[in-house]
Each structure stands twice: as structure tokens, then as C-alpha cells.
């Protein structure tokens, strides 16, 4: 009988693992797309503000300028240089804006 009982949870586990994991596969068919979708929605967003000219590339100009624009933003107390501090601001901030504008 002890043996039985054990083979039995045993039985119970596996089913449970199988669907759990059936289950977590019905939500990734729904989830991943989604976000799928947001973050091209965001990388979008990112490629349009890059591409100034609006010709659908984004030119070597047009990135280095993107790029000095960010550092400029991102040194908030006008050294002409980026402390680890000004980084990590940049960056929650960053994060914040894009969360905001993905939901």
C-alpha cells in the first residue's frame, strides 16, 4: 500500500507539471504576440525619432547627432561629461518613458 501511495503522488506531480505547462504554452500563444507587438511598437517609436529626415534610414549624421543629443540630456549638471550617477538616471528615466508609451 505505501508503494501504491507513492506511485500515486508520483502519477498526481506529473500530471501536474503537464498541465501547468500545457497551460503556460496557452499563454505564451497569447502573451509573446503581444509583446512582440509592444516592443516593436517602442523600437519604432526609437527608429522614428532617430531617422530625422523621415527617408525610413537612419544615416551616420543622423545617429552621431542622436547620440550627442543623448549625452547632452544625460549630463544634467553641464561638465561635458556623464558620471556613472547621470547614467543610471538616464536610464530609469528611459525606462519609465518607454514603459509608459508600450502599454
Do not use: H, W, Y
Not at 498526481?12 to 500545457?22: D, E, F, G, P
Not at 500563444?29 to 517602442?42: L, S
Not at 544634467?76 to 508609451?101: P, Q, Y
Amino acid at each position: 500500500m505505501g508503494q501504491d501511495m507513492k506511485t500515486e503522488d508520483l502519477n498526481m506531480n506529473k500530471t501536474i507539471i503537464k498541465v501547468s505547462a500545457l497551460i503556460g504554452l496557452m499563454c505564451a500563444g497569447v502573451v509573446f504576440p503581444v509583446a512582440a507587438q509592444r516592443d516593436e511598437k517602442v523600437q519604432r517609436f526609437l527608429f522614428e525619432r532617430t531617422d530625422t529626415n523621415g527617408d525610413g534610414f537612419i544615416s551616420e549624421t543622423e545617429f552621431t547627432a542622436s547620440q550627442v543629443e543623448r549625452f547632452r540630456k544625460m549630463d544634467t549638471d553641464r561638465d561635458g561629461r556623464v558620471s556613472f550617477e547621470e547614467n543610471k538616471i538616464a536610464i530609469e528615466k528611459m525606462r519609465e518613458r518607454l514603459e509608459r508609451f508600450s502599454r
